[in-house]
């Protein structure tokens, strides 16, 4: 049994508490320390999240014993994800298109990983269908430089229609214009972080009124990612919500914590407790959280790139 130093994310506050081994596993709790019982070398979080990934496309078993404890699947087939001990496991199911529309052209699109809609009555088939699965969300594609785009006004039947649900769009916005139209449009968070155009100070202030974002700006290179890391500096200097997500699947992506999206959003100017808010972390007194811990660390210091998961040996050091 250790004193321990542990995260409340949703405070954003370090807490003193109490870790013991139980059934083989390391429980936190809340209660004081006693007076003279040893501390635990470094400090506590739940393990992280990646908000966006598609699991059909990576070899899943590096993420059971990885720094991430959740992940929210933008895109697969209905039924097709597999189960990852210590793993929570969100999902859209399959992308919302028009007939033609991204992605149903590319030759990585799973089968079943998207709906072709072309009314509001196939919209709500579809939202009906992804709930039913079990889906925390829908996600729309909005890629203007791959195809045909939703009208306004099928966009914004298919958010009324999730939200009658108890469901928000994400949106896949890529092309000029995009990322403010499926905003006005009522879509709740952005799959990537705007990287098609610089958006003005008065279009970052009404997204930061409305929608959040998933940063996935490792992916970029070059002039796309620089435009991608000032949109999101800016966003997050204006009081905009964050999330770290990767888009792990597209392309030779790390299966666990990637170190380039790290950097990419300290780039941007989150860092500090506000990088491990975007990362997300569950939380350490739910005795079905994984834990991570960061050796050597005070609530300061924390590094998500050093952190490693909390074993029971790590009680007994």
Same mark, same amino acid.
């Given at each position: 049994?250790?004193?321990? !130093?542990?995260?409340?994310? &949703? /405070?954003?506050?370090?807490?003193? @508490? ?44 590096p993420l059971a014993t990885s720094a991430l404890g959740m992940v929210?699947?933008?895109?697969? %087939?209905?039924?097709? *994800? ?32 998207? &709906?072709?809609?072309? +009314? ?23 890629? &203007? ?6 009208? +306004? ?13 108890? *469901? ?17 449009? @009522? ?42 890391? +000032? ?28 170190? /380039? ?27 079905? !959280?994984? *834990? ?17 998961? *909390? !074993?029971?040996?790590?009680?007994? %050091?």
């Amino acid at each position: 049994m250790r004193a321990v !130093t542990w995260l409340d994310r &949703r /405070r954003r506050s370090w807490h003193d @508490g109490v870790a013991r081994v139980i059934d083989g596993h390391v429980v936190v709790t809340d209660e004081t320390p006693a007076s003279g019982l040893p501390g635990l070398d470094g400090v506590v979080t739940g393990a992280l999240t990646d908000a966006h990934v598609h699991l059909a496309l990576v070899d899943l078993a590096p993420l059971a014993t990885s720094a991430l404890g959740m992940v929210l699947d933008l895109g697969s %087939a209905l039924g097709s *994800l597999a189960p990852v001990p210590g793993v929570t496991i969100r999902f859209a199911g399959a992308f919302f298109t028009p007939p033609g529309g991204y992605p149903s052209d590319r030759a990585w699109t799973p089968t079943g990983s998207f &709906r072709e809609i072309s +009314d509001a009555e196939a919209a709500a088939s579809a939202v009906a269908e992804m709930k039913d699965a079990g889906a925390t969300c829908i996600k729309v594609a909005s890629n &203007r430089t791959a195809g045909p785009v939703f009208s +306004d006004e099928l966009f914004a039947e298919i958010v009324r229609i999730a939200a009658s649900e108890g *469901l928000t769009v994400v949106a896949h916005a890529e092309g000029p214009g995009e990322a403010q139209r499926v905003a006005r449009l @009522g879509a709740g968070v952005l799959a990537h972080a705007p990287f098609s155009e610089r958006l003005t100070d008065a279009e970052i202030t009404a997204q930061v009124a409305s929608v959040r974002w998933i940063s996935t700006l490792a992916i970029h290179e070059g002039e796309t990612y620089d435009i991608a890391v +000032d949109n999101v500096r800016r966003f997050h200097a204006a009081g905009g919500t964050v999330h770290y997500g990767t888009d792990m699947g597209n392309g030779p992506t790390p299966v666990g914590l990637n170190p /380039r999206e790290v950097a990419a959003l300290r780039d941007a100017g989150i860092d500090g407790a506000d990088l491990l808010s975007a990362l997300s972390p569950g939380d350490p007194l739910d005795a079905a !959280t994984r *834990l991570l811990l960061y050796p050597g660390a005070t609530p300061e210091t924390a590094d998500p790139l050093l952190a490693r998961p *909390l !074993t029971p040996a790590d009680l007994e %050091a």
